[in-house]
């Protein structure tokens, strides 16, 4: 084997960990943050996120050129980046609101149907229509959830019904973007749309956390009075809440959509069972046999999506 050809594969290898890491990485420390440690303000917490975000897209586009700068072409595609960002807000804080009241390991399992409300949204929105084999496979994905609801030990109502809407967000987002920035000139690559959505957020959660979360700054300001670690804390969080996404962008920018996939479901597996390790959530064999038939279904569904597309 030659040396470009090592070379290339240690440094696949080295994206695919990074990504892992930084995935797993930010939803532990979200989870500590937010559960264990008593911090117990979400939407601060996203909006330190989209501020990192905010500065590290600039530094890493505008400065290190790490991608080429594509600017904004028109008031309508700044409008629509607006809209993508709003439903962004929602699904993130939404997400981190769901992990002061769940564990990390159903929080996954509620978060793999994603491919379900995926499959709903496209076909309400742009009558996009499967194969029925392929809406057959979401069956066992919504099966699982509903048996991994009924077994989880630490199953929260409103904890619930935030991680599902933040599942719905997710997939609606990807929807709402294949439509709005599907035009020639106003197709952006993930990191140019973070740099120009994670600002706008910004804009978007500072009224929400003052209002929603009253003297949100003076307690944060009080905490790190007594306790300069959540200052590191906030920072280190909020760039690994960048490396996710450039880290996504790379894994997808050299691996194929098959290793994309697989490398996804492999994760939130990894992710659940560091979790349980590290946070000692009890579990029962019922919410696992269900998490495991959500996975399952997923896998089929990218299996019925790829035939699909070889049969078109």
């Known amino acids: 084997m030659s040396t470009a050809k090592v070379s290339g594969r240690l440094f696949t290898i080295g994206l695919v960990a990074s990504w892992y890491s930084s995935n797993i990485g930010v939803l532990l420390l979200n989870k500590y943050l937010l559960s264990n440690y008593g911090f117990k303000y979400p939407i601060f917490l996203t ?28 008031r309508i595609q700044f409008i629509k980046i607006c809209g993508l960002s709003a439903i962004f807000c929602f699904s993130v804080v939404s997400g981190n609101i769901s992990l002061k009241y769940l564990p990390v390991s159903f929080n996954q399992a509620v978060g793999a149907t994603t491919p379900f409300f995926t499959a709903v949204f496209a076909y309400l929105m742009i009558l996009n229509r499967e194969a029925w084999l392929t809406y057959m496979t979401l069956i066992p994905v919504v099966t699982g959830v509903i048996i991994a609801s009924g077994g989880e ?7 619930f019904i935030m991680c599902i809407g933040a599942t719905a967000a ?15 000139g106003e197709k952006l690559n993930s990191m140019n749309l973070l740099l120009y959505m994670a600002p706008v957020a910004v804009v978007l ?31 280190f969080n909020s760039s690994v809440a960048y490396f996710v996404n450039l880290t996504n962008f790379l894994v997808t920018k050299h691996t194929s ?29 019922t919410g696992m046999l269900g998490y495991s038939l959500t996975v399952l279904g997923v896998v089929l569904y990218g299996e019925a999506k790829k035939q699909s597309k070889s049969n078109a």
């Open 153 to 159: 030990p630490s199953f929260h109502l409103f904890g």
């Open 205 to 235: 959660l500072l009224p929400a956390t003052l209002f929603m979360e009253e003297n949100v700054l003076g307690l944060t300001l009080a905490l790190a009075r007594n306790d300069t670690n959540i200052v590191w804390l906030l920072l």
């Open 170 to 184: 997710r997939a609606l987002k990807s929807v709402v973007q294949g439509i709005l920035l599907s035009a020639e």
């Open 47 to 74: 909006m330190c996120h989209m501020t990192v975000c905010s500065l590290l897209s600039y530094i890493a586009i505008v400065w290190m050129k790490v991608v080429p700068l594509q600017t904004i072409r028109s």
């Open 257 to 285: 959509a098959l290793t994309l996939q697989v490398l996804g479901n492999a994760k939130g597996a990894l992710a659940v069972v560091i979790s349980i390790l590290i946070f000692r959530n009890p579990v029962s064999i």
